[in-house]
């Protein structure tokens, strides 16, 4: 748990995790870590923070300018803000509408996968028990995203 | 007639002076004794031809009674006999009276009827005549007797009249007279007198009938009462009327109402067959009785009326003739407060509401009147009452019936059982209401377990993966610090983690069943059960068995869940018969009475059919050592079916294979299809 958002500096992020299970979260982050596909990770831990780092608000009012993350990965059962709200709050504001959006849960229900895609969700990750399969499945969304995708840069979204 | 055959008494002494020049007269005495007596006398002397043969008489004297007719004694003495009274050569007095001169032999010839044109009229008479040879002439005394002569003709007229009456009736007629003993007993009652029906009736004729005794002829009267009723009216002297069946001999039975009336010489019978009028009248009363007990019965009031018409023959009124006892109730007056009386005088509103009108058409027209539900408002009991009726009117003779029926009952009754239904489907629909709402509860509470589940079998994987998680970064990044049954045992809790949540998975997948609901369409079974074979075959590592799955019939239900039916039940038939080297899995279908019958079987490990019932519980597994698995997959095949009306079963034996059925509820065929 070392990137903490409560202490990110105002600097490119290459990927927002909002997560409210630790250690989930810590065990996303160490899979992400460990085949060096994103060095810089934020984690917030709902999806109200969430909210207020990509707009550049409250706590991080100071990263007005930065840039959004390369990749948001986002878990829809959250406390005050839900996933969902996340996502459609990012689709509906210009400057974030090309941002990556991944959504990882451990719900496999139908219905939140299509909501997840009707609102603009890039991917769809179901978080599994197995440590091993979790892992391939973080790598290779990051990979993916991080590595194969391209994304029109900062400057195209004004 | 007597007044102008015999004169006036005022002319007798008027006439004292007495015919003149008569011989007999001469003796002052016997002349005042003709004078005086009331018998017409006349005295004659022969008129003789040469020969001395008599061939009148001159009249010597009349004595004033015997001055007839208009004629006085001047105009009678003197003449000749038959020139006084002509037609007495006719009749039989004249051949009397020249043998009475011839023999002296007097002559008595009572009720002479003697007739004469005097005046211009006929005039008839009888006398009774007495005659005596008196010198050579003769001295008549006569009496008129035609009164009486008139009575005794009349009675024997009459008599014969009488007679023919009595045998021109048909009912028997009979006089009887009592023989009395010496203590004055009767003891015998005699025929005096039996008319031709009597005669009949006793098929004798009189001859044999009248002189002797009833007990003689009918002895067996006594038992029959005849006797005792004849006596006993004789003795009393009062009429008495009895029934008497009459059984006769020749086999005519019948009933005689026998009439004894006492006279002065014995007494009267009359007896009457009246077995065809009793007969009539019985079933007239029969009838009547019937008719009246009905109308009596009736719950309606009915009515009979008589029309009451002005001089114009048009119908004002009706007169009550008859009404049953309902009919009194209904109108609060009894039958003798009713009948006789009108209808316009008991329910003036009949006039004012113009119904007596309308039964007066009834009357005149014939044709029947029904209405219902009339209001109608009436003094009833003394007091103002409105009231409902339905009535029914016929025309009957000249008058009519009518029939009524207090429609408040009915209305009543109409009332309480709108009311009584109203509550009905008041409690119905609380009823419905609360079905509702014990469904709605149910839902929810369905809903509530559900989501319940769900969200705890969700919330368990979190941890589960974290546990896993480290186990594994343990072992990758620290195996070193570990020595070898460390790793054995950290891999282990990593293992079981796992296991834990494949169960949780199992949960999710049940709860997720009743999540599920996307309506019934009809499912090609063969297609489905062929699909999952085909994704089951691309899961799986090592042997496949020879699976083939015939043509099965279609189903109704959702594809989804039943597809994880198939699934299910294949890939057990797979997985407990991979261990043969001739495994085999086969899917069939049958058709019975209303549903359809799946079977998947296998010739794996089987079961033993003890363990049958446990086969479809939640995590029961019955070969937890040999088989990977978490125990719910039958579970939820269970709740699939269940859910989709149909039922589960299996059958097997242990070491030799088993067959998995379900049944379902057969498709309804589908629109539009030819069945």
Known sequence: MTDSSSIAPAEPVEILLAEDEPSDADLCMRALKRKKVANHVVWVKDGAEALDFLFARGPYAHRSGVGPPRLLLLDIKMPKVNGFEVLRQIRADARLAALPVVIMTSSSEERDIAEGYHLGANSYVTKPVDFATFQQAVEDVGLYWMVLNKVPGPNHAS | ?675
């Open chain 2, 1 to 675: 007639m007597p007044g102008e055959m015999t004169g006036p008494e005022t002319h007798v002494n008027g006439r004292r002076s007495g015919p003149p020049g008569s011989r007999a007269a001469g003796d002052p005495r016997f002349r005042v004794a003709l004078e005086t007596m009331l018998d017409s006398v006349v005295m004659t002397t022969a008129v003789r031809d040469d020969d001395g043969r008599i061939v009148d008489f001159v009249v010597d004297y009349v004595n004033p009674v015997a001055e007839i007719g208009q004629r006085r004694a001047e105009q009678i003495v003197g003449r000749r006999f038959l020139d006084v009274w002509p037609s007495t050569a006719e009749g039989p007095l004249w051949g009397m009276l020249l043998h009475l001169m011839e023999t002296g032999e007097p002559i008595a010839l009572d009720n002479y009827v003697y007739s004469e044109v005097i005046g211009g009229r006929a005039v008839t008479a009888a006398f009774d005549i007495r005659a005596t040879r008196l010198g050579d002439g003769f001295l008549q005394n006569f009496r008129d007797v035609t009164d009486r002569h008139r009575v005794q003709r009349d009675l024997a007229t009459s008599e014969k009249r009488f007679r023919s009456a009595l045998d021109a009736i048909m009912d028997p007629f009979f006089i009887f007279a009592p023989v009395r003993d010496d203590q004055g007993k009767i003891v015998e009652l005699e025929y005096r007198y039996v008319n031709r029906a009597a005669e009949r009736l006793h098929q004798m004729p009189w001859q044999d009938i009248v002189g002797h005794g009833l007990l003689e002829l009918f002895p067996s009267c006594r038992e029959l009462g005849i006797w005792d009723t004849f006596v006993k009216s004789v003795e009393t002297g009062t009429q008495a009327r009895v029934d008497l069946p009459y059984f006769e001999e020749h086999g005519v039975k019948g009933l005689f109402e026998v009439s004894v009336t006492p006279g002065e010489e014995g007494f009267i019978v009359t007896a009457r067959d009246v077995s065809e009028t009793r007969r009539a009248e019985g079933a007239l009363r029969a009838s009547e009785e019937r008719f009246r007990t009905s109308v009596e019965a009736l719950k309606d009031g009915f009515a009979v009326f008589s029309a009451i018409r002005d001089s114009a023959g048009a119908v004002t009124d009706f007169r009550y003739e008859y009404i049953n006892e309902a009919g009194c109730r209904m109108d609060q007056r009894s039958r003798e407060d009713t009948v006789g009386h009108t209808l316009a005088e008991l329910f003036p509103s009949t006039v004012t509401s113009g119904l007596l009108a309308s039964y007066a058409r009834v009357a005149e027209t014939g044709e029947p009147l029904a209405r219902d539900d009339i209001d109608y408002e009436d003094t009833y009991g003394g007091r103002r009452v409105a009231r409902a009726f339905d009535i029914q009117v016929v025309k009957l003779g000249d008058g009519i019936v009518l029939t009524w029926r207090d429609v408040a009952e009915r209305r009543q009754a109409e009332e309480t059982m709108a009311s009584q239904a109203a509550e009905l489907a008041r409690d119905a629909a609380e009823l419905e209401d609360r079905i509702r709402q014990r469904t709605a509860d149910l839902l929810r509470s369905n809903q509530e377990l559900e989501g319940f589940s769900y969200s705890v079998a969700h919330d368990l994987r979190a941890p589960l993966r974290a546990i896993h998680g480290y186990c594994q970064i343990l072992l990758d990044d620290h195996a070193g610090q570990l020595d070898e049954d460390g790793q054995v045992l950290l891999g282990n809790v990593g293992r079981y983690a796992v296991r834990m949540g494949e169960l949780i998975e199992g949960l999710l997948a049940l709860a997720g069943v009743g999540r599920k609901d996307r309506g019934h369409v009809r499912i090609d079974m063969t297609a489905l059960a062929e699909s999952a074979v085909t994704d089951l075959r691309r899961g799986h590592a090592g042997v496949w068995p020879a699976i083939t799955v015939g043509q099965l019939a279609d189903a109704a239900g959702d594809p989804e869940l039943i597809r994880q039916v198939w699934e299910n039940l294949i890939g057990n038939a797979v997985k407990f018969s991979a261990g043969r080297p001739d495994a085999r899995v086969s899917v069939e279908s049958e058709t019975s009475a209303g549903e359809v019958i799946y079977h998947v079987h296998d010739n794996g490990v089987g079961f033993d059919m003890a363990y049958a019932g446990k086969l479809f519980g939640t995590f029961q597994r019955l070969h937890p050592a040999d088989f990977p698995g978490t125990g719910i997959g039958l579970a939820i095949v269970a709740r699939i079916v269940e859910r989709h009306g149909g039922r589960v079963w299996a059958e097997g034996r242990a070491g030799d294979g088993a067959c998995f059925s379900f049944a379902l509820p057969a498709a309804p065929t589908e629109k539009g299809e030819t069945p």
